[in-house]
């Protein structure tokens, strides 16, 4: 094993590199942070990766005259340095982000990258983050990684040989954790509602947040589902212990839980480490829509910022502002719609917490679609659920307005009328 100082393992960077920051839980913080630090000697580093946590000192000053950033998807902590000259957001499926460093798009000199201990055959795990980091790894001209003996040793395609990096910093730090928080009584009728779409035998797709650990606590009394998603998070083990997720309905990884990473407690953490029921693969295998449809009665639960009266979904942005990003929204909306009885949903509160409508005439300016109102099938709120499949543009703003906010359904009701008479 090379294993080096921090400052060694940072001096793999120089000036007009393209290094591949690891994200979610993975985050190697320390190390890139390390990297930071040079930004005196440093100029036009480039950043690439989908969502990080934590704090990124390239996107803070001083230190971000140095880097440049260019990411697949805004978390919190690169968004203002994204709606900025600093950065910039890259418009991609989650599926398909692989596809840049696999065909030198965007080749990657670096990848930055955090490893569990190697096993007795020299292996180590890429832990809870396997998504868009292998390949990047598997292209990257050079790799540095934190070994860490608190990452968890996943099962899957997440595996690589200690020959593989370059450089090893040793560290002993818990990766990002992620609270669950208490849900409130809009998002547990929500949860409701979507409940009682799902089907006993279903696989599902979720991600991280209330709503959908709102979903999850109204199926304790199905029967077994399955899990086929790019992500997963604490609202699952309950489900998994009791046995209704079990994997038994599923055509592909019968009886296994498939993921691309995993985001949540400590608790989530111990589970997933060395667990042969869950597999992790690279998101060109997750969100492969070929590989979703397979299964049966996929059931995709997705979230939403905006809908406008026609059904189009705004999910990325709010307004010209980048939010967030395209993801695997798309993969698993259009997977679950040609899977055998399957449900493509999104689940939204009918107003935000400032009281506007979510459900609206039209998008705001500058508004990204990131849903066609053509894959558009099933949306729910607290007040209820729709499914706009088949219905003409008329249809489905009736649909919608029956399921806003009762204090904007006149509004929207009046903006129905002068659009289609």
């Known amino acids: 094993m090379n294993v080096v100082s921090l400052e060694q393992a940072a001096a793999y960077v120089q000036s007009g590199t393209r290094i591949f920051v690891q994200g979610a839980a993975m985050t190697p913080n320390t190390l890139i942070n390390a990297i930071c630090r040079r930004h005196e000697e440093l100029r036009d580093v480039e950043i690439i990766s989908i969502h990080t ?7 803070q000053e001083p230190y971000r005259k140095a880097f440049r950033i260019n990411t697949c998807f805004v978390g919190g902590n690169v968004r203002k340095a994204v709606n900025t000259n600093q950065g910039d957001y890259i418009p991609i499926f989650l599926s398909e982000i692989h596809l840049l460093f696999r065909r030198d798009i965007l080749p990657v000199d670096v990848a930055v990258v955090q490893v569990s201990p190697p096993d007795k055959h020299g292996f180590c795990s890429l832990g809870a983050s396997v998504d868009v980091t292998l390949p ?42 992620y609270p669950v928080l208490p849900i409130s009584e809009t998002e547990a009728q929500i949860g409701r509602n979507v409940a009682s779409l799902v089907e006993d035998g279903a696989t599902l797709q979720m991600g ?23 992500m997963f998070s604490d609202g699952i083990l309950p489900l998994v ?27 989530l953490y111990d589970f997933i ?62 997977g679950a719609s040609l899977s055998e009885g399957g449900k493509p949903i999104f689940a939204l509160s009918s107003s935000t917490a400032k009281g506007v409508s979510k459900i609206t005439p039209f998008l705001k300016h500058g508004a990204g679609v990131t849903t066609t109102r053509a894959h558009v099938h099933y ?30 359904r006149e509004t929207l009701e009046a903006a129905a009328h002068e659009r289609f008479g």
Do not use: W
Request: charged share 20%; hydrophobic share 40%.
């Open 379 to 408: 949306v729910v709120t607290e007040y209820g659920c729709v499914d706009l499949f088949g219905k003409n543009l008329q249809q489905r703003a009736k649909a919608l307005i029956s399921i806003a906010h009762p204090d904007h």
């Open 208 to 230: 991280i947040g209330n709503i959908p650990n709102a979903v999850l606590q109204n199926l304790g009394g199905h029967k077994n589902l399955g899990i086929h998603t790019e």
């Open 273 to 334: 480490d060395d667990n042969p029921l869950v597999h992790f693969r690279e998101a060109a295998y997750t969100n492969d829509t070929a590989n979703i449809r397979t299964n049966p009665r996929v059931t995709a639960i997705n979230s939403a910022i905006e809908i406008d009266l026609t059904g189009q979904v705004c999910a990325d942005t709010i307004g010209s502002y980048q939010y967030s990003g395209v993801g695997g929204q798309m993969d698993f909306i259009r």
């Open 53 to 59: 946590d934590g704090e990124v000192l390239f996107a």
């Open 241 to 267: 212990h009791s046995g209704v997720i079990n994997g038994a309905c599923k055509k592909i990884d019968t009886n296994m839980i498939v993921t691309s990473f995993a985001a949540g407690s400590q608790k």
């Open 136 to 177: 990047a790894v598997q292209k990257a001209k050079k790799v540095i990684a934190q070994l860490n003996p608190m990452v968890p040793r996943t099962h899957g395609d997440g595996i690589i040989h200690i020959k593989q990096i370059d450089a090893l910093v040793e560290v002993s730090e818990p990766i990002h954790a």
